[in-house]
């Protein structure tokens, strides 16, 4: 069973964004890391990797050479192997792009399953799933709070909004699915496998590799352009409720967003 993991190389933090003089996101200019909903994507996979024999793992990202340590952090969390799709032309790429590059990627590899977050930190748009899916001709299963595996099926579940009920899915491989922040903690890697990931095979791809020109992808090609950036002024709230009350509903707020 061969397991496709998108992972995205994303700002550390929402403030410390900064942007190019073509208003793209500066990465070499901020801390980056593996972002979150992707941790959940690959727990997701080593977890099906436990559970089934011949299970292979690859970790799949496209973006400047800083992008490796996304796919460095994968390799810690479980996956097997990564490939790096790197070119100067995807500058700029918006979702329609990433997602052709993306496609061509999987093809290449051969895959059963493709698993991804439900959306990246630094865009949010959550539409490369079903696009990609669409792309390569197979189910999407999108925002899964559970996945299962079964033979050549799997099976999910979603609650798309509290008080809405769960909707049970199932779909035959190959497939693309993401999973939601519900899924499943994912691990800490331990300092023994940060240390063998270093020695991982990690395969680097240009876009002639995948078939793709440089024309098809980055700023010239993308159907959206950004026009301008306005930083959002931080807010403050003032709680007037009894204290206790106060403090409970602060800290589940907290909890929820799984800061305590």
């Not at 070499?28 to 099906?48: H, K, M, N, T, W």
């Not at 500058?91 to 999987?106: E, Q, R, Y």
């Not at 020695?199 to 791809?205: A, G, I, S």
């Not at 352009?225 to 931080?234: I, L, N, P, Q, S």
Request: aromatic share 4%; hydrophobic share 45%.
């Amino acid at each position: 069973m061969k397991i496709v993991v998108l992972t995205k190389h994303v700002p550390q933090a929402v403030a410390e964004v900064s942007f190019g003089r073509d208003l793209t996101v500066d990465r070499s200019a901020v801390r980056c890391r593996l972002q979150d909903a992707d941790e959940y994507a690959v727990e997701q996979a080593a977890r099906i990797a436990c559970r089934r024999l011949d299970v292979q793992v690859t970790a799949l990202t496209m973006g400047p050479s800083g992008a490796s340590g996304a796919l460095r952090s994968a390799l810690a969390r479980g996956a097997d192997e990564g490939v790096h799709v790197l070119d100067d032309a995807l500058h700029g790429s918006d979702a329609p792009a990433t997602s052709l590059v993306l496609a061509a990627a999987c093809r290449r590899l051969g895959f059963d399953l493709v698993l991804c977050g439900t959306a990246s930190t630094d865009s949010a748009m959550s539409v490369i799933p079903a696009m990609l899916a669409e792309r390569l001709g197979v189910p999407a299963l999108c925002c899964c709070d559970t996945l299962e595996t079964e033979e050549d099926m799997l099976f999910a579940t979603r609650e798309d909004a509290p008080g809405t009920g769960t909707e049970e899915l199932a779909a035959a491989m190959p497939a693309v699915v993401s999973v939601t922040d519900r899924s499943g903690e994912p691990r800490y890697p331990r300092f023994e496998a940060v240390a063998d990931a270093r020695q991982k095979l990690v395969r680097t791809w240009s876009l002639d590799d995948l078939g793709i020109g440089p024309d098809e992808v980055g700023l010239a090609a993308a159907a959206t352009k950004v026009t301008g950036v306005t930083r959002a002024e931080a807010r403050t709230t003032t709680v007037n409720e009894d204290p206790a009350a106060a403090a409970a509903r602060i800290a589940d707020f907290l909890t929820r967003r799984q800061f305590l």
